[in-house]
């Protein structure tokens, strides 16, 4: 029997609006408190009824892609159709590589804006 149920993955930045509206670029979705001030907060209700949040983190640093002495913390996994599509999309929304040069793979390695390391996923 289940404890509990797996609310929405959280992820601290040091502008939570602007990194949802990145995420609401690549995965849709609705920035919920637009219009508000620059809140410690915001949610991205994702289609499908699952959803991300943002936190405000002062004094942020990004994990570090590849590091084996350094935590990677977590990483989003984004299943695509087209990788070359997707990749295109992601980096007009502000995404840098970090890992993209092999193509013969079905995988590349990104970081959103605030340095989160993802991965758009052809799997």
Do not use: I, N
């Amino acid at each position: 029997m289940a404890v509990a149920e797996l609310g929405p993955v959280v992820l601290d930045c040091p502008e939570p609006r602007a990194l949802a509206r990145f995420y609401a670029g690549v995965l849709g979705g609705t920035v919920e408190g637009e219009g508000e001030g620059e809140g410690d907060w915001v949610d991205l209700e994702l289609p499908g009824g699952r959803a991300l949040a943002f936190q405000a983190a002062p004094g942020f640093v990004p994990p570090k892609w590849p590091a084996p002495d350094d935590s990677q913390q977590f990483h989003l996994d984004l299943t695509v159709k087209d990788l070359d599509a997707a990749e295109k999309a992601v980096l007009e929304l502000g995404a840098r590589p970090l890992d993209a040069e092999d193509r013969t793979r079905t995988f590349r390695v990104y970081a959103d804006p605030a340095g989160h390391p993802f991965c758009l996923c052809a799997c």
